[in-house]
């Protein structure tokens, strides 16, 4: 099963299996960093304040509050999604679920602004997913528009 999403900014090609889903997002401008969006912090901190506690595994070991401020767009969109599955998942199942994500990138070989994101977690709960997606891509449509692209 797989889904495609476009927004003015990106696009996603979603395909899911039982239990993971895979995400190719292509950047359709030349903002590949949060550093170029300065507002991001800001943003996150009005509409999704829970992402700042976030656990990251990044080279750094930076945690997420501060890895925001200056991290790849694709990992931006895997930490946003993460946090609206865990609150959908509590809002309709009453679960506390850990949810992890891996976002990739080589583009010496891929397309610039191309992005690979794997999220553990599948279509067995595909409305849920469906959920968090929306809101996720509103809200990463919110932060790419705080900068005139």
């Known amino acids: 099963m797989s889904s495609t999403f476009k927004s003015k900014y990106y696009s996603l090609n979603i395909k899911f299996d039982p239990a993971q889903t895979y995400i190719k997002m292509q950047m359709l ?49 895997e930490h946003i999604l993460l946090e609206y599955i865990c609150k959908f998942k509590f809002l309709y199942q009453k679960e506390n679920i850990t949810v992890s994500g891996e976002t990739s990138w080589n583009w010496q070989k891929d397309r610039l602004g191309l992005f690979h994101i794997h999220i553990n977690f599948g279509k067995e709960n595909s409305e849920i997913f469906s959920e968090a997606l929306n809101h996720a891509t509103v809200l990463l449509n919110t932060i790419l528009a705080s900068h005139e692209i």
Do not use: A, R, Y
């Open 29 to 77: 401008h030349n903002i590949f960093h949060t550093s170029k969006l300065p507002q991001t912090h800001q943003i996150l901190s009005q509409l999704l304040p829970n992402i700042h506690t976030s656990e990251c595994f990044n080279d750094s070991k930076l945690p997420f509050s501060s890895e925001v401020k200056n991290t790849e767009i694709g990992h931006l969109f």
